[in-house]
Protein backbone atom coordinates (compact mmCIF):
# COMPACT_ATOMS: atom_id res chain seq x y z
CA UNK A 1 0.00 0.00 0.00
CA UNK A 2 2.81 2.83 0.96
CA UNK A 3 4.43 1.33 -2.46
CA UNK A 4 1.32 2.48 -3.71
CA UNK A 5 0.97 5.68 -2.12
CA UNK A 6 4.74 6.57 -2.92
CA UNK A 7 3.22 6.83 -6.51
CA UNK A 8 0.96 9.51 -5.85
CA UNK A 9 2.40 12.08 -3.20
CA UNK A 10 -1.31 13.32 -2.22
CA UNK A 11 -2.02 10.08 -0.63
CA UNK A 12 0.53 10.55 1.92
CA UNK A 13 -1.85 12.16 4.43
CA UNK A 14 -4.37 8.70 4.23
CA UNK A 15 -1.04 6.89 5.23
CA UNK A 16 -0.26 9.23 8.54
CA UNK A 17 -3.96 8.29 9.26
CA UNK A 18 -3.42 5.29 9.05
CA UNK A 19 -0.22 4.71 10.80
CA UNK A 20 -1.56 6.66 13.83
CA UNK A 21 -3.95 4.14 14.11
CA UNK A 22 -2.24 1.95 14.14
CA UNK A 23 0.42 2.66 16.65
CA UNK A 24 -1.95 3.43 18.82
CA UNK A 25 -3.90 0.16 18.79
CA UNK A 26 -0.32 -1.59 18.50
CA UNK A 27 2.44 0.39 20.63
CA UNK A 28 5.07 -1.87 21.21
CA UNK A 29 5.32 -3.12 17.72
CA UNK A 30 8.42 -2.02 16.47
CA UNK A 31 7.72 -2.89 12.63
CA UNK A 32 4.95 -0.26 12.79
CA UNK A 33 7.49 2.37 14.21
CA UNK A 34 10.32 1.60 11.39
CA UNK A 35 8.02 1.41 8.38
CA UNK A 36 6.04 4.78 9.48
CA UNK A 37 9.84 6.39 10.15
CA UNK A 38 10.51 5.78 6.54
CA UNK A 39 7.07 7.43 5.29
CA UNK A 40 8.28 10.17 7.09
CA UNK A 41 11.70 10.17 5.60
CA UNK A 42 9.96 10.12 2.25
CA UNK A 43 8.09 13.43 3.66
CA UNK A 44 11.06 15.18 4.42
CA UNK A 45 9.99 14.61 8.41
CA UNK A 46 13.18 14.23 9.71
CA UNK A 47 13.17 14.71 13.13
CA UNK A 48 10.23 13.22 13.46
CA UNK A 49 11.52 9.88 11.31
CA UNK A 50 14.82 10.39 13.86
CA UNK A 51 12.46 9.88 17.01
CA UNK A 52 10.82 6.79 15.19
CA UNK A 53 14.37 4.91 14.50
CA UNK A 54 14.99 5.59 18.36
CA UNK A 55 12.10 3.99 19.91
CA UNK A 56 12.79 1.38 17.53
CA UNK A 57 16.36 1.10 18.60
CA UNK A 58 15.23 1.16 22.52
CA UNK A 59 12.78 -1.77 21.57
CA UNK A 60 15.13 -3.67 18.97
CA UNK A 61 18.74 -2.81 20.01
CA UNK A 62 20.43 -4.93 17.66
CA UNK A 63 18.19 -4.10 14.74
CA UNK A 64 20.68 -2.65 12.46
CA UNK A 65 19.29 -1.01 9.76
CA UNK A 66 17.62 1.61 12.40
CA UNK A 67 20.69 1.97 13.33
CA UNK A 68 21.85 2.71 10.33
CA UNK A 69 18.98 5.01 9.32
CA UNK A 70 19.79 7.58 12.59
CA UNK A 71 23.55 7.31 11.09
CA UNK A 72 22.22 8.83 8.31
CA UNK A 73 19.81 11.31 9.34
CA UNK A 74 23.01 12.82 11.75
CA UNK A 75 25.39 12.86 8.58
CA UNK A 76 22.67 14.64 6.56
CA UNK A 77 22.63 17.64 9.51
CA UNK A 78 25.76 17.39 9.83
CA UNK A 79 25.85 16.61 13.29
CA UNK A 80 29.56 15.18 13.10
CA UNK A 81 28.89 14.36 17.82
CA UNK A 82 26.23 12.16 16.90
CA UNK A 83 27.31 10.69 13.74
CA UNK A 84 30.44 9.40 16.00
CA UNK A 85 28.45 8.61 18.66
CA UNK A 86 26.55 5.96 16.39
CA UNK A 87 29.70 4.54 14.79
CA UNK A 88 31.00 4.00 18.28
CA UNK A 89 27.74 1.91 19.22
CA UNK A 90 27.95 0.06 16.52
CA UNK A 91 31.19 -0.54 15.97
CA UNK A 92 30.48 -2.35 19.19
CA UNK A 93 27.25 -4.06 18.42
CA UNK A 94 27.98 -5.23 15.12
CA UNK A 95 31.74 -5.81 15.54
CA UNK A 96 32.04 -7.30 12.00
CA UNK A 97 30.49 -4.62 10.19
CA UNK A 98 33.39 -2.27 8.16
CA UNK A 99 30.50 -0.18 7.32
CA UNK A 100 31.05 2.18 10.47
CA UNK A 101 34.69 1.62 10.82
CA UNK A 102 34.19 3.74 7.22
CA UNK A 103 31.76 6.64 7.99
CA UNK A 104 34.16 6.88 11.63
CA UNK A 105 37.26 7.24 9.48
CA UNK A 106 35.46 10.12 7.30
CA UNK A 107 34.28 11.83 10.57
CA UNK A 108 37.86 11.86 11.69
CA UNK A 109 39.14 13.03 8.31
CA UNK A 110 36.72 16.26 8.27
CA UNK A 111 37.69 16.60 12.06
CA UNK A 112 41.57 16.57 10.99
CA UNK A 113 42.33 13.55 13.05
CA UNK A 114 44.35 11.96 10.74
CA UNK A 115 45.95 9.49 13.32
CA UNK A 116 42.43 8.07 14.37
CA UNK A 117 41.11 8.11 10.84
CA UNK A 118 43.93 5.74 9.38
CA UNK A 119 42.94 3.44 12.33
CA UNK A 120 39.78 3.36 12.06
CA UNK A 121 40.43 2.37 8.17
CA UNK A 122 43.11 -0.34 9.03
CA UNK A 123 40.60 -1.90 11.50
CA UNK A 124 37.75 -1.35 9.16
CA UNK A 125 40.01 -3.23 6.50
CA UNK A 126 40.76 -6.51 8.77
CA UNK A 127 36.67 -7.11 8.73
CA UNK A 128 36.24 -6.38 4.48
CA UNK A 129 36.80 -10.07 2.81
CA UNK A 130 38.77 -9.99 0.21
CA UNK A 131 36.31 -10.37 -2.40
CA UNK A 132 34.95 -7.20 -1.81
CA UNK A 133 36.93 -5.44 -3.81
CA UNK A 134 35.04 -2.24 -4.23
CA UNK A 135 35.13 -1.76 -0.42
CA UNK A 136 38.09 -2.39 -0.01
CA UNK A 137 39.07 0.07 -3.06
CA UNK A 138 37.14 3.06 -0.90
CA UNK A 139 38.98 2.04 2.08
CA UNK A 140 42.55 2.16 0.41
CA UNK A 141 41.46 5.73 -1.33
CA UNK A 142 40.58 7.11 1.86
CA UNK A 143 43.68 6.32 3.51
CA UNK A 144 45.55 7.67 0.50
CA UNK A 145 43.88 10.62 0.92
CA UNK A 146 45.04 11.23 4.67
CA UNK A 147 48.23 10.33 3.87
CA UNK A 148 48.20 13.11 1.48
CA UNK A 149 47.45 15.65 3.53
CA UNK A 150 49.59 14.97 6.31
CA UNK A 151 52.49 14.73 3.63
CA UNK A 152 53.66 11.23 3.28
CA UNK A 153 53.41 11.63 -0.43
CA UNK A 154 55.31 8.05 -0.83
CA UNK A 155 52.38 5.95 1.10
CA UNK A 156 49.32 8.27 -0.12
CA UNK A 157 50.53 7.02 -3.98
CA UNK A 158 50.90 3.43 -3.12
CA UNK A 159 47.57 3.54 -0.99
CA UNK A 160 46.34 4.83 -4.44
CA UNK A 161 48.07 2.09 -5.99
CA UNK A 162 46.20 -0.53 -3.90
CA UNK A 163 42.87 1.19 -4.14
CA UNK A 164 43.35 0.88 -8.03
CA UNK A 165 44.68 -3.05 -7.92
CA UNK A 166 40.79 -3.89 -6.34
CA UNK A 167 38.85 -1.23 -8.62
CA UNK A 168 40.61 -0.17 -11.65
CA UNK A 169 37.26 2.07 -12.20
CA UNK A 170 36.98 4.02 -8.96
CA UNK A 171 36.79 7.26 -10.18
CA UNK A 172 37.21 9.16 -7.07
CA UNK A 173 40.38 7.57 -6.74
CA UNK A 174 41.54 8.16 -10.06
CA UNK A 175 40.41 11.78 -9.80
CA UNK A 176 42.46 12.34 -6.52
CA UNK A 177 45.39 10.43 -7.49
CA UNK A 178 45.45 12.66 -11.07
CA UNK A 179 45.04 15.55 -9.11
CA UNK A 180 47.28 15.26 -6.16
CA UNK A 181 50.59 14.44 -9.16
CA UNK A 182 49.42 17.46 -10.47
CA UNK A 183 49.79 19.05 -7.75
CA UNK A 184 53.26 18.04 -7.11
CA UNK A 185 53.82 18.23 -10.87
CA UNK A 186 55.01 14.84 -11.26
CA UNK A 187 53.87 11.87 -14.07
CA UNK A 188 51.53 14.30 -16.00
CA UNK A 189 50.98 11.96 -18.59
CA UNK A 190 49.90 8.92 -16.12
CA UNK A 191 47.43 11.94 -14.58
CA UNK A 192 46.23 13.15 -17.64
CA UNK A 193 45.15 9.72 -18.62
CA UNK A 194 43.59 8.81 -15.18
CA UNK A 195 41.50 12.26 -15.27
CA UNK A 196 40.43 11.78 -18.82
CA UNK A 197 38.93 8.21 -18.06
CA UNK A 198 36.96 9.55 -14.69
CA UNK A 199 35.37 12.75 -17.42
CA UNK A 200 34.42 10.18 -19.91
CA UNK A 201 32.96 8.26 -17.43
CA UNK A 202 31.05 11.39 -15.44
CA UNK A 203 31.20 13.84 -18.67
CA UNK A 204 28.84 16.33 -15.92
CA UNK A 205 30.63 16.16 -13.04
CA UNK A 206 32.52 19.73 -12.38
CA UNK A 207 35.17 18.41 -9.59
CA UNK A 208 36.41 15.74 -12.48
CA UNK A 209 36.17 18.12 -14.95
CA UNK A 210 38.23 20.92 -13.12
CA UNK A 211 41.00 18.47 -12.46
CA UNK A 212 41.25 17.39 -16.40
CA UNK A 213 40.88 20.91 -16.71
CA UNK A 214 43.79 22.03 -14.54
CA UNK A 215 46.37 19.03 -15.73
CA UNK A 216 45.77 20.54 -19.69
CA UNK A 217 46.61 23.82 -17.81
CA UNK A 218 49.94 22.36 -16.40
CA UNK A 219 50.85 20.48 -19.64
CA UNK A 220 50.75 24.12 -21.31
CA UNK A 221 47.60 23.22 -23.37
CA UNK A 222 45.62 25.86 -22.51
CA UNK A 223 43.11 26.20 -25.28
CA UNK A 224 41.54 22.67 -24.39
CA UNK A 225 41.89 23.28 -20.71
CA UNK A 226 39.46 26.84 -21.30
CA UNK A 227 37.00 23.80 -23.28
CA UNK A 228 36.81 21.56 -19.80
CA UNK A 229 36.98 24.50 -16.98
CA UNK A 230 34.05 26.18 -18.78
CA UNK A 231 32.13 22.69 -18.90
CA UNK A 232 32.56 22.30 -14.97
CA UNK A 233 31.44 25.95 -14.32
CA UNK A 234 28.79 25.85 -16.56
CA UNK A 235 27.51 21.89 -16.10
CA UNK A 236 27.63 21.82 -12.16
CA UNK A 237 26.81 24.68 -9.64
CA UNK A 238 28.95 23.59 -6.96
CA UNK A 239 31.68 24.59 -8.90
CA UNK A 240 31.10 28.08 -8.85
CA UNK A 241 31.02 28.00 -4.98
CA UNK A 242 34.76 26.63 -5.10
CA UNK A 243 37.44 29.36 -4.90
CA UNK A 244 39.55 26.35 -6.18
CA UNK A 245 37.61 26.20 -9.30
CA UNK A 246 36.86 29.72 -10.17
CA UNK A 247 40.85 30.51 -9.44
CA UNK A 248 41.51 27.40 -11.58
CA UNK A 249 39.34 29.27 -14.87
CA UNK A 250 40.83 32.70 -14.03
CA UNK A 251 44.35 31.28 -14.55
CA UNK A 252 43.32 28.89 -17.80
CA UNK A 253 41.40 32.33 -19.12
CA UNK A 254 44.37 34.50 -18.64
CA UNK A 255 46.72 32.52 -20.79
CA UNK A 256 44.30 32.43 -23.68
CA UNK A 257 43.98 36.23 -23.40
CA UNK A 258 40.94 36.88 -21.74
CA UNK A 259 42.15 39.31 -19.64
CA UNK A 260 39.04 40.63 -18.27
CA UNK A 261 37.54 37.15 -17.83
CA UNK A 262 40.57 35.74 -15.85
CA UNK A 263 39.94 39.00 -13.58
CA UNK A 264 36.39 38.45 -13.01
CA UNK A 265 37.05 35.02 -11.88
CA UNK A 266 40.19 36.01 -9.62
CA UNK A 267 37.76 38.23 -7.77
CA UNK A 268 34.96 35.76 -7.50
CA UNK A 269 37.42 33.88 -6.39
CA UNK A 270 38.12 36.42 -3.47
CA UNK A 271 35.32 36.69 -2.97
CA UNK A 272 34.67 32.68 -1.76
CA UNK A 273 37.91 33.03 0.18
CA UNK A 274 41.15 32.47 -1.60
CA UNK A 275 44.17 33.59 -0.71
CA UNK A 276 44.27 37.93 -0.90
CA UNK A 277 47.92 37.92 -1.22
CA UNK A 278 48.11 35.53 -4.45
CA UNK A 279 44.87 36.85 -6.61
CA UNK A 280 45.67 40.28 -6.04
CA UNK A 281 49.05 39.46 -7.21
CA UNK A 282 47.72 37.90 -10.08
CA UNK A 283 45.22 40.84 -10.57
CA UNK A 284 48.15 43.20 -10.46
CA UNK A 285 50.23 41.40 -13.06
CA UNK A 286 46.61 40.25 -15.15
CA UNK A 287 48.28 36.14 -15.07
CA UNK A 288 48.76 33.62 -13.01
CA UNK A 289 52.50 33.31 -11.50
Known sequence: YLRQ??????AMMTADTLF?????????????????AGLLM???????????????TEMEPDNEEAWQQLLVIAIQANDTKEAMRICQKCRQMFPESPVYFFYLGVLYYEEK???????????????????NVHMRSDFYGQIGDIYFQIKRRK??????????????????????????????????????????????EEPNNGTYLDTYAWLLFLKKRYSEAQVYIDQALKNDSNSLKSK??????????????NTDKAIEYWKKALELGADKAVINRKIKLKKPF
Open 244 to 257: VVVEHAGDIHAMNG
Open 42 to 56: MQNKTEEARYQYQLV
Open 155 to 200: EAFEAYDKSLQYNPNNTAVLNNYAYYLGEKGIELDKAEAMSHRTVK
Open 113 to 131: AYQKALDAYREGLEKIPEE
Open 5 to 10: LHQTPD
Open 20 to 36: RTLLAQHPEEPSLKRYY
